[in-house]
Nanobody, 130 residues
Framework: QVQVVESGGGLVQAGGSLRLTCTAS??????????MGWFRQAPGKEREGISCIEWNDLSTVYSDSVKGRFTISRDNAKNTLYLQMNSLKSEDTGMYYC?????????????????????WGQGTQVTVSS
């Protein structure tokens, strides 16, 4: 049984930082073989792909909305994905989702298809107060 679990969300003031963590277990293949991504959805808005990291060369992709402020990383020994979020803004508020097993491209991040990545977590809430 595949489990993707996010943690680390919370309430933070604008300009502050948070680090999100995602752990994955039960994947059909070893964690290190999966491209991993972070997505978010604000109330009343469509889901937005914000970052992904390749499994093989650890290359990364970021949406323009978070580039320069957020950093994605992974620890394959711990089956864990991270998202370091700095200089947070009120518009960063939303539910943040971790996903495994999709293409790490700007096109994939922009996709609205739920199947763009194979496995999804339940999300962790991030609220940025201004």
């Amino acid at each position: 049984q595949v489990q993707v679990v996010e943690s680390g969300g919370g309430l933070v003031q604008a300009g502050g930082s948070l680090r999100l963590t995602c752990t994955a277990s039960g994947l059909p293949s070893p964690f290190y073989r999966y491209n991993m991504g972070w997505f978010r959805q604000a109330p009343g808005k469509e889901r937005e792909g914000i970052s992904c990291i390749e499994w093989n060369d650890l290359s990364t992709v970021y949406s323009d909305s978070v580039k320069g402020r957020f950093t994605i990383s992974r620890d394959n020994a711990k089956n864990t994905l991270y998202l370091q979020m700095n200089s947070l803004k009120s518009e960063d508020t939303g539910m943040y989702y971790c996903a495994a097993g999709g293409p790490c491209t700007i096109q994939a991040l922009a996709s609205r298809r739920n199947t763009v990545f194979d496995y999804w977590g339940q999300g962790t809430q991030v609220t940025v107060s201004s």
